[in-house]
């Protein structure tokens, strides 16, 4: 299962996302994930932040940067750097606590930032709701629908395998109770930045950063346009139309 972004214009260069990426490959190259691992009937240590940055495999590590690009760094442009890096570990540490609350007696290693991402995509969820994605599972494929419709697609999927992996005694060894944990609190810091006005905020430096002086943005992709009235337009960015007027705008 894959979800992609069609188009999500971006304000800033996402510095913390391509470290994490470049820091977490590092560290699937050259660190012990036994070492680094988090067992949940075990003393919580320093292991529920480490293990964030540490993957089982290669294809566990592609996955997760993939996820953590594609949606990152718009949650990044709109957040901040250094606030973004904090959220990001906290996301994680709070998925690990919710799966240890939940598996209170596994032994099984925890590993990935799996958890943490589940929460930039919950975050995505709240903020840009409107984005043009596609959604692909092994066999079928769905294009041009919002992201919350493929974001909760994604989420029903993990309830279902979550589901079966607390049916089986033995798990799944994938920790889909992490990725639920994690997309509900991304989903709650999405509304606390709405209601302290980082969207707005961030809408405010893509208009500055325009030369024209009356500029809209995109109501689907975020990408300014440079127009000269009110009045129906449409963005050969993400192929959305939208209105805009005095009072907002709006797709069509």
């Given at each position: 299962?894959?979800?992609?972004?069609?188009?999500n214009y971006r304000h800033r260069f996402p510095i913390v996302t391509v470290l994490l990426i470049?820091?977490?490959?590092?560290?699937?190259?050259?660190?012990?994930?036994?070492?680094?691992?988090?067992?949940?009937?075990?003393?919580?240590?320093?292991?529920?932040i480490a293990s964030i940055f540490t993957h089982s495999s290669i294809v566990?590590?592609?996955?997760?940067?993939?996820?953590?690009?594609?949606?990152?760094?718009n949650v990044e442009d709109v957040a901040g750097h250094a606030l973004y890096?904090?959220?990001?570990?906290?996301?994680?540490?709070?998925?690990?606590?919710?799966?240890?609350?939940?598996?209170l007696n596994s032994d099984h290693p925890v590993v990935g930032a799996s958890g943490a991402i589940s929460g930039i995509l919950g975050m995505y969820?709240?903020?840009?709701p409107n984005v043009k994605t596609s959604f692909y599972i092994k066999w079928a494929s769905i294009e041009e629908i919002p992201a919350s419709i493929s974001l909760l697609?994604?989420?029903?999927?993990?309830?279902?395998?979550s589901a079966l992996e607390l049916y089986l005694l033995n798990g799944l060894g994938i920790a889909f109770t992490a990725h639920i944990s994690g997309f509900?609190?991304?989903m709650l810091f999405g509304y606390i930045f709405l209601k302290l006005g980082f969207l707005d905020r961030h809408e405010e430096r893509i208009r500055q950063s325009s030369s024209s002086s009356?500029?809209?943005?995109?109501?689907?992709c975020n990408t300014p346009k440079n127009v000269k009235k009110y009045g129906k337009y449409f963005c050969l960015a993400c192929k959305s139309e939208f209105y805009f007027d005095k009072y907002g705008k709006k797709l069509l």
């Open positions: 299962m894959l979800i992609t972004e069609n188009a470049i820091t977490m490959g590092l560290i699937l190259g050259f660190g012990n994930v036994i070492d680094l691992a988090f067992v949940p009937s075990q003393e919580i240590s320093l292991s529920v566990h590590y592609i996955v997760n940067m993939l996820y953590l690009y594609i949606f990152g760094d890096l904090i959220i990001f570990i906290v996301l994680g540490v709070i998925a690990n606590l919710l799966y240890m609350l939940i598996h969820y709240v903020l840009f697609l994604w989420f029903g999927i993990q309830l279902m395998m509900l609190v991304g009356l500029t809209v943005i995109c109501p689907s």
